[in-house]
């Protein structure tokens, strides 16, 4: 079959698909559970009790919205402040050009500090200098996420270290409504609220993005928004704008 065949071929199969109520996916709780447990590998972060995916790499405790999102920009030539190191930490240090990661638990620095990459710093700080412990950076960073502790002291913090067109990352936003409105309405930072479900927990919350107005991050993948773990990679045939997607590889639905 030659590539020009394939989307007329597509397009023939969904009329049949749709005529006969037949769909390329199951629809069942059985399928969502599937996509929920093997896909996204929700089903080893819960025997592991670390945020994991499907191949045992380290994510962010992030819902997968947010996840996803994050995962799928290219952070290069980004340098990147967290409050709360973790499985994070490494996440983004794949991805990022430099990450400088705070943790106040002994335990979880041991663990970040035996696994860390080169372009890893990680520094042990006590509750009472965990949030001032950025001011010890001259430079600013790219990408600020606030996780763990004193969330409102470090957002107070984060915004004066922010670099123009940079992103902050606020966990479990849901908790902290007035930590968000600070993000949201002092510093002028556009919110938005991933809610869902995230590795390890039995429950739904936010990961909240505040976006600063010349935010100008790019995406690593060839078509943005790039397909979920669980999507159905296809490309509608209304979607007929001229561009540089080769809609061959996806089809049409």
């Not at 996440?91 to 035996?114: D, L, N």
Request: hydrophobic fraction near 30%; proline fraction near 4%.
């Amino acid at each position: 079959m030659n590539m020009r065949s394939k989307p007329l071929l597509n397009r023939v199969v969904h009329k049949l698909m749709s005529y006969y109520s037949v769909f390329p996916c199951d629809k069942s709780l059985e399928g969502l559970t599937y996509n929920l447990a093997e896909k996204y590998g929700y089903h080893y972060t819960r025997s592991l009790q670390k945020p994991v995916d499907t191949n045992h790499d380290p994510l962010p405790w992030f819902t997968y919205p947010a996840i996803e999102y994050l995962a799928q920009l290219d952070l290069s030539d980004k340098s990147v402040f967290e409050w709360g190191a973790g499985n994070s930490s490494l996440f983004f240090a794949k991805r990022c050009k430099r990450i400088t990661s705070i943790e106040s638990s002994k335990e979880w620095y041991g663990y970040c500090s035996q696994q860390s990459l080169p372009n890893q710093d990680i520094r042990f700080r006590e509750e009472s200098e965990f949030a001032e412990a950025i001011d010890e950076s001259s430079s600013k960073f790219d990408l600020i996420i606030i996780d763990s502790l004193r969330r409102g002291e470090c957002a107070q913090k984060s915004v004066k270290h922010l670099n123009d067109g940079g992103l902050i990352v606020l966990d479990n936003s849901d908790w902290h409504p007035n930590t968000s409105a600070f993000l949201r309405n002092d510093c002028n930072l556009i919110e938005v609220d991933m809610h869902g479900f995230g590795p390890v927990n039995d429950y739904s919350w936010t990961t909240s993005l505040y976006f600063h107005r010349e935010f100008r991050f790019l995406s690593k993948e060839k078509k943005q928004p790039s397909f979920s773990k669980a999507g159905i990679q296809q490309v509608s045939k209304y979607d007929n704008f001229n561009s540089t997607l080769d809609q061959a590889q996806f089809g049409y639905s």
